[in-house]
């Protein structure tokens, strides 16, 4: 994610990001996920289409994000609510080198598989502009609401959105 802010001051990188930490994109048309294959931190690969037929939570993070390590346990513990009921929540490290997501993730296990997006081909797929940015995808595969940013309550509204998409 750091690439993607490149060339920018950091003042007003931050402020960017701030900006938009807030800003929510729900209840519009759902549109194909776009589908993708990265490494886990397992050592396997993981395609997001094998995972057709589950709702599914992407969360894209990095070690450097404040409110990312915040945010980590809210999501293990709807991965651990909802999973018998095909919810699969994917944590995608955006960071070039995975070595201090690695770490982080000693610190502060989860329960959900992490990708490591080195390239950032995936987060520019889903257009991320901020850290952390949440996708919600259906049980068809399409993309059926957006989240910048994190906030404590935020997680009500994924439980919200999450028990919709699991009665789907």
Same mark, same amino acid.
């Given at each position: ?7 920018? &001051?950091?003042?007003?990188?931050? +402020? &960017?990001?701030?900006?938009?930490? &807030?800003?929510?994109? +729900? ?8 589908? *993708?294959?990265?490494?886990? /931190?397992?050592?396997? /690969? ?18 450097? &994000? ?13 991965? /651990? ?5 095909? *919810? ?27 990708? *490591? ?11 991320? $502009? ?17 989240? /910048? ?12 959105? $999450?028990?919709?998409? $699991?009665?789907?």
């Amino acid at each position: 994610m750091r690439n993607l802010i490149a060339g920018c &001051c950091k003042p007003l990188a931050t +402020a &960017c990001l701030l900006l938009l930490a &807030c800003s929510v994109h +729900a209840g519009t048309d759902p549109a194909p996920a776009p589908d *993708f294959t990265l490494k886990s /931190n397992s050592g396997t /690969n993981l395609k997001l289409s094998e995972l057709r037929g589950e709702v599914v939570l992407i969360n894209f993070w990095a070690s450097w &994000c404040g409110p990312c390590r915040q945010e980590m346990p809210v999501l293990s513990e709807l991965q /651990n609510k909802y999973k018998d009921l095909g *919810f699969t929540v994917l944590g995608v490290n955006v960071e070039e080198d995975s070595a201090p997501a690695r770490k982080l993730l000693r610190e502060l296990p989860v329960s959900f598989p992490v990708l *490591f997006d080195t390239s950032n081909t995936v987060s520019r797929a889903y257009n991320v $502009v901020a850290m952390p940015s949440t996708v919600l995808v259906d049980r068809d595969g399409n993309v059926r609401y957006r989240h /910048n940013g994190y906030q404590a309550g935020a997680e009500t509204e994924y439980l919200e959105k $999450v028990r919709s998409l $699991v009665r789907e």
